[in-house]
């Protein structure tokens, strides 16, 4: 069993910058970052492969947002930069069982544990 905690949440004003972290205790793989706002459904927004090497984003974020893991920390990151009031939602990290070293999952049924969330509100 794998727990994810998510942390860095919080207000900001269009333009502004967040980092959110994703500590988890036990074996990890890809490391997703999810987000919903009110209304609709659960999208992706990065992953960051097992090794750490393999990325891969969501069009709407790439080139604001950036995603890294420590392992020896187990944690990952996800750095926002350049927030929009279109980025407001909670953010939840996830994990899958299985995975190759270079896998960057983007759907969110081939995850197994999820963390609890986060809130994101950006302000404009």
């Known amino acids: 069993q794998v727990q994810l905690v998510e942390s860095g949440g919080g207000l900001v004003q269009a333009g502004g910058s967040l980092r959110l972290s994703c500590a988890a205790s036990?074996?990890?793989?890809?490391m997703g970052w999810f987000r919903q706002a009110p209304g609709k459904e659960r999208e992706f927004v990065a992953v960051i492969s097992r090794s750490g090497g393999f990325t891969s984003y969501a069009d709407s974020v790439k080139g604001r947002f950036t995603v890294s893991r420590d392992n020896a920390k187990n944690t990952v990151y996800l750095q926002m930069n350049s927030l929009k009031p279109e980025d407001t939602a909670f953010y939840y990290c996830a994990t899958g069982r299985d995975g190759t070293y270079y896998s960057t999952p983007r759907l969110s049924r081939e995850y197994d544990y999820w963390g609890q969330g986060t809130q994101v509100t950006v302000s404009s």
């Open positions: 036990g074996r990890t793989n890809a």
